[in-house]
C-alpha cells in the first residue's frame, strides 16, 4: 500500500502523522519504507534518530527532492509492503506526484479559521491528482485540536466532504499535546513513548489500528463514509 499525507499548510503535524502510520504498519510485521519529500526533512531525521538510537523496529527512510520521487518510488516498490510518503507542503511537482502515486491520501486539517479554506483548496489538489490515478482515496484527519471541534466548523467540514465522491472524514480528532512533538524529537511513535500523555495515544491508535483478532493486528483508516469496496483500506498481518 502507498500512503501519502499531503498539505498545503505548515506546522499542522504533517510530519507527525507520517512517522506515527508508519510505525505501526513496522510494528505489524510489515516491510516499510518512508519517503521524506518535505525541505525540512523532519521525517527522515525522525529515522534517523530510530537508527542512533538503536529503536526497533528499524524504519528505512530516505530523503530526496520531489523531482526525484517518481525514479525513487520505482526503486523502492517492489521491495516493500507499504510506503509512505512525507510531501512538501507546497504545490511542487513532487506534491502531485506523490499524490499521483498513492493509494490513500492523508489530509491533515487544523481546526482554526481557515479550516475550510484549505480543505477547499487540498480539494483541488486531490481532484486533479485523481485525473492521473483515478484510484486514489483521500482521509480527512482533524487536527491541533483544544478539545472538541467547534460545531459550526465541523459540519462546515462534514458538509464539504460528504460532497466529495473520493474523501472521508475520519472519525478520530487528533487534539494538540506536548506528548507527539517529545515522542517525535526522540524518534519515537507516541505509542512507543511511556511517558506520553494516554489519551494521545488512544487517539492515535484509534485513527491507524485497531486490535480484532487475538493472534492479528489490523492496520485501518477508520473513516465516517464506507470507502469504494475495491480500494483495500485495510492490512491485516500476523502479530
Not at 12 to 34: D, E, P, Q
Not at 217 to 229: D, G, I, M, Y
Not at 234 to 239: G, I, P, T
Amino acid at each position: 500500500m502507498i500512503v501519502t499525507v499531503a498539505s498545503n499548510r505548515r506546522e499542522v503535524g504533517k510530519s507527525t502523522l507520517a512517522v506515527n502510520a508508519v510505525a505501526i504498519r513496522a510494528l505489524a510485521g510489515r516491510s516499510v519504507c518512508l519517503i521524506d519529500i518535505d525541505p525540512r526533512k523532519s521525517s527522515y531525521e525522525w529515522s534517523l534518530k530510530r537508527q542512533r538510537s538503536h529503536i526497533q523496529p528499524n524504519i528505512p527512510a530516505c530523503a530526496i527532492a520531489g523531482k526525484y520521487l517518481k525514479d525513487t518510488f520505482h526503486k523502492v516498490s517492489s521491495r516493500y509492503n507499504d510506503i509512505l510518503i512525507d510531501t512538501d507542503w507546497r504545490d511542487s511537482m513532487g506534491s502531485r506526484t506523490a499524490l499521483e502515486v498513492a493509494d490513500i491520501a492523508i489530509v491533515p486539517i487544523a481546526l482554526g479559521v481557515e479550516s475550510l479554506t484549505c480543505l477547499k483548496q487540498m480539494t483541488k489538489r486531490l481532484k486533479a491528482a485523481r485525473a492521473n490515478n483515478p484510484g486514489l482515496w483521500s482521509i480527512v484527519v482533524l487536527v491541533r485540536a483544544k478539545g472538541a471541534p467547534p460545531a459550526a466548523e465541523f459540519e462546515a467540514i462534514r458538509r464539504h466532504v460528504g460532497n466529495e465522491t473520493a474523501m472521508a472524514l475520519a472519525e478520530t480528532v487528533i487534539r494538540e499535546d506536548q506528548s507527539l512533538q517529545i515522542a517525535f524529537d526522540e524518534g519515537l511513535a507516541v505509542f512507543e513513548d511511556k511517558q506520553a500523555n494516554p489519551e494521545s495515544i488512544v487517539e492515535m491508535y484509534d485513527l491507524y489500528a485497531r486490535k480484532e483478532e487475538k493472534h492479528h493486528v489490523a492496520l485501518a483508516f477508520p473513516t465516517s463514509k464506507a470507502p469504494p469496496k475495491k480500494r483495500e483500506l485495510r492490512l491485516v498481518a500476523s502479530a
